[in-house]
Structures are given as C-alpha cells and as structure tokens.
C-alpha cells in the first residue's frame, strides 16, 4: 500500500470555523490532489499541487484553500466552515518521472468532516 | 476538459451473474481510462487501467473493460461476480500525456445478492 495518511480521520466541527486537513505521504511522489466525495456526485477534485509552493485550483475550489511547504505534506484549509462542506475528503498522490508518466493515483483512506 | 458520465448509478445483481458497469466519456484529446474500486470506509484502489495498446485491458481479480473508440466507451465487465464484489466502482479519465489530473465520474454502487 501506498504511504498515504490522512489527519484527523473524523471531525466535527461548527459552522463558520476554521479547519485544516492533512494529507503526509511517504513515498516522495510530486503531484498530491484534494478530492471531496458526495453522493450523487462521485468525486470532485478541490485543488491539486505539482510540486512544492506550486498549486492549482480543481473544478470546485470555492470556500478551500491549500499549502504544500514539503513534499510530503499537502493541507486543506477551510477558511470558514459550512454546512456545504460536510463531506468525505480524501487525499491522493501520483507520481510523473521524466519521460514516464506513472498514470496511477493512490489514495489515503479519507476525512470524514461535518459541520453543525 | 474531459467528463465522465456512468449511466447507472446501482446495478444489483445474483451471485455468479455476469455484470456490465458502464462508462462513456467526452475528450477531445487522446486519453487513458481507468476504474477504481471502492470497498466501504475505505479509500479508492485502481482496478484496471487502459494506456495505449490492446484496448482490451484485465485485472488479476477476473474484471475486465475494453476501450472503444469509436463509441467514447469503457464499460467493465464480470463474467460471474461474488458477493466480496460489492463495492462502489468509479471510472476515470485523464488526458494522455502532460500532467495526469483524473477526472472521476458518479460512481456505480454494485450490488451483489446471494
């Protein structure tokens, strides 16, 4: 299994706080995605990084913001929770070598986040 | 941009049934296909996965997707299934090439009754 750990696994937390994610990865991949997952609406990506400090907004960014300072490290930040985000989120990472493109993601085994 | 519609969003089934899952995107570049697997409380694992070459792809588990050009199509499919079979199954798509960002579609939740 791909070294992926995700913090806190659970989290309850109340509207209009501030919560922060964690995605540690061991396995020195560059790209680390954020994805939440919905009924109905699988999975949407939040934001991604192709490296580090180097970060990308996905299809449904609004209300997140992220920081990668380390490889290893990925955070999503809700700035000021919503009942919206309640959600499960989940971090994966993929790897791109030169003149290789390792086309797999690998995922942590996911944040479940509700806001009262 | 590329999208991924699954046109069922359950599929029950018998044991020992075969099973089709079906899944057509939209790109308008050349893409790689994937489906991954979801078991319940737990993260998404890569199933199979199609790249270039034989558009006939397998996984070691007994499923296997085939990719059709023509029809924007890579639809999974199981001869016989199990109960340890039920699971929720998500295809994916990314543009070949370049940065691999997948594109997941809704999810099929396949069902197996004994």
């Known amino acids: 299994d791909a070294g992926i750990t995700q913090s806190p696994r659970h989290k309850v937390t109340e509207t209009g706080t501030p919560v922060t994610l964690r995605c540690h990865q061991t396995?020195?991949?560059?790209?680390m995605y954020w994805y939440r997952q919905d009924p109905g609406h699988g999975l949407r990506l939040i934001h991604y990084s192709y490296g580090v400090k180097d970060t990308d907004k996905g299809e449904v960014s609004d209300g997140y913001s992220v920081s990668r300072s380390k490889t290893e490290d990925f955070l999503l930040t809700l700035e000021s929770a919503t009942s919206s985000q309640t959600s499960v989120y989940f971090c994966?990472?993929?790897?791109?070598?030169?003149?290789?493109?390792?086309?797999?993601?690998?995922f942590g085994q996911g944040t479940r986040l509700t806001v009262v | 941009a590329q999208s991924v519609t699954q046109l069922d969003s359950q599929v029950p089934v018998f044991e020992e049934a075969p099973v089709e899952l079906r899944c057509n995107y939209s790109?308008?570049?050349?893409?790689?296909l994937f489906w991954y697997v979801q078991y319940p409380n737990q993260g998404l694992q890569l199933l199979l996965k199609y790249l270039s070459g034989s558009t006939l792809v397998k996984s070691i588990n007994g499923f296997e997707a085939e990719f059709n050009k023509s029809q924007t199509s890579f639809h999974l499919r199981k001869p016989s299934v199990h109960i340890s079979d039920t699971a929720e199954y998500f295809c994916?798509?990314?543009?070949?090439?370049?940065?691999?960002?997948?594109?997941f579609g809704r999810g099929t939740s396949l069902i197996v009754h004994p």
């Open positions: 790109s308008s570049v050349s893409v790689y």
């Open positions: 994966a990472i993929s790897e791109s070598n030169v003149g290789i493109m390792n086309t797999e993601a690998f």
């Open positions: 994916a798509v990314s543009k070949s090439g370049g940065s691999y960002i997948p594109t």
């Open positions: 396995e020195n991949h560059r790209y």
